[in-house]
């Protein structure tokens, strides 16, 4: 478990260990209430490990944990508190054995780690997902996307495929989509996440967003601002901040794709993306260049077009294949 759902973790087992111990000061007691105002989550994950401790009646009553306890009651300052709630979970462990308390431990954690909202999306399928924020999320086809319940910021996971973000404002709470190894963060703007097997890509159509990577890219950049009308592709070669004409970062979702100055069998790859029957191109002509606004949904468009500007004709062997004029 990384990131906020091990900082949840983190928090409810030092919040549940000092109050274990004994009253807290004021202001850590303050702390503690702003802690579980902060995020409901957090509520229902601190009272959820109360339950299960209470539960462990067996605990209660042994003698090693009755003594840990009014030892670690007498201790003077936080962190020897600590350090002895320490012990009394590995003296838990002793009584409730092994298989127990990887139980105990598994219940915890589904309760600590909220389950995000899944959509998904079949080849061919596009769908527009309203968010609990007020922000909408459409995905593009054979896309899986998961999402959180807002707390301090709001947090989505793009699994595989393309989405367009549109972004309510809210200046408090982050909007973070995470991607292959990447984050992009924005307060309210509008984006386009694409997600490949060996690329990643970020066209800003409005607004601010920064981009950043989990691990050192192959060139000097691990975090970017970009400006709208600009697009960032990461790849093995490293990163690439151009601009580029963000008509194409919105054409999907209409069912219209965008192509400008695309080699045929560039446009052919990104064609079959909606299509369970693939548009072959021959070799000879698929380097061959063609601007076009095409639907998604239509690869006769596609063979008609290129046969129209004389680039290729359409192959008899194959409804949709396209060989040398």
């Not at 139980?103 to 909220?114: E, F, H, K, N, S």
């Not at 691990?222 to 004409?245: F, I």
Request: aromatic content about 6%; charged content about 25%.
């Amino acid at each position: 478990m990384t990131g906020p759902l091990r900082d949840r973790a983190t928090e409810v087992a030092d919040w549940f260990a000092r109050r274990r111990v004994g009253a807290l000061p004021p202001e850590d007691e303050a702390a503690f209430q702003a802690w579980l105002d902060a995020d409901p989550e957090n509520r229902a994950a601190f009272e959820a490990a109360g339950d299960l401790w209470s539960d462990l009646e067996g605990l209660r009553c042994d003698p090693r944990l009755m003594r840990l306890r009014e030892e670690a009651k007498g201790a003077v300052g936080q962190r020897r508190a600590r350090r002895l709630f320490g012990l009394v979970a590995a003296c838990a462990a002793l009584v409730l054995g092994g298989a127990a308390l990887w139980q105990a431990g598994r219940y915890v954690m589904d309760v600590v780690a909220p389950k995000p909202t899944v959509y998904a999306t079949r080849v061919g399928q596009t769908m527009s997902v309203s968010l609990p924020d007020g922000s909408l999320a459409v995905l593009d086809t054979n896309s899986e996307l998961r999402a959180w319940s807002p707390g301090k910021e709001r947090r989505l996971e793009l699994i595989r495929g393309r989405a367009l973000f549109k972004v309510a404002k809210d200046p408090a709470r982050p909007f973070i989509v995470r991607a292959g190894g990447h984050s992009v963060t924005a307060l309210g703007t509008r984006f386009d996440v694409d997600l490949r097997p060996a690329s990643f890509k970020v066209v800003l159509v409005e607004g601010r967003v920064r981009v950043r990577s989990d691990a050192p890219t192959a060139g000097p950049a691990t975090s970017v601002d970009m400006n709208a009308g600009y697009q960032l592709v990461a790849g093995e070669g490293g990163w690439n901040l151009s601009r580029t004409d963000t008509r194409s970062a919105e054409g999907w979702t209409s069912g219209r794709l965008v192509f400008d100055d695309a080699p045929l069998g560039v446009i052919a790859a990104e064609l079959n993306r909606y299509s369970v029957q693939p548009i072959l191109v021959a070799p000879e002509v698929a380097g061959r260049r063609m601007s076009a606004v095409l639907p998604s949904s239509d690869p006769d468009a596609f063979i008609a077009s290129a046969e129209a500007l004389g680039l290729a004709r359409r192959a008899p062997t194959a409804r949709y294949a396209l060989a040398a004029p």
